[in-house]
């Protein structure tokens, strides 16, 4: 079954920047399209960004467009997300997803998640 292991979370001041990791294992990398959501305290999950297999279709939520920026290296089985400018309303636990198949950004399209990791933006 596929594993995912998040990293990079932590404080950051408004403006400042952040890089996400998540580790991938147990099936084929290459075969999945890549996401992240995120969720802040007492609200729905919502997705941040998408990329597809191959890397060359993405996804990203309007609020994050022009600041966030979503990459894969496929022979580290690894995803990223560059996050710049960051805002206090971006403060939330950020979660990789991954689902096998074609680029997709419903919550339900993702069936597996990993643990998260805090991301928490001061004014």
């Known amino acids: 079954q596929v594993q995912l292991v998040e990293s990079g979370g932590g404080l950051v001041q408004a403006g400042g920047s952040l890089r996400l990791s998540c580790a991938f294992s147990?099936?084929?990398?290459?075969?999945?399209?890549m996401g992240w959501f995120r969720q802040a305290p007492g609200k729905e999950h919502y997705i941040v960004a998408a990329?597809?297999?191959?890397?060359?279709?993405?996804y990203y939520a309007d609020s994050v467009k022009g600041r966030f920026t979503i990459s894969r290296d496929n022979a580290k089985n690894t995803v990223y997300l560059q996050m710049n400018s960051l805002k206090p309303e971006d403060t939330a636990v950020y979660y990789c997803?991954?689902?096998?198949?074609?680029?997709?950004?419903?919550?339900?399209?993702?069936?597996?998640w990993g643990q998260g990791t805090q991301v928490t933006v001061s004014s």
């Open positions: 997803v991954a689902r096998l198949g074609p680029i997709a950004i419903t919550k339900g399209s993702f069936d597996s």
């Open positions: 147990g099936r084929t990398f290459s075969m999945y399209t």
């Open positions: 990329i597809g297999r191959s890397g060359r279709t993405t």
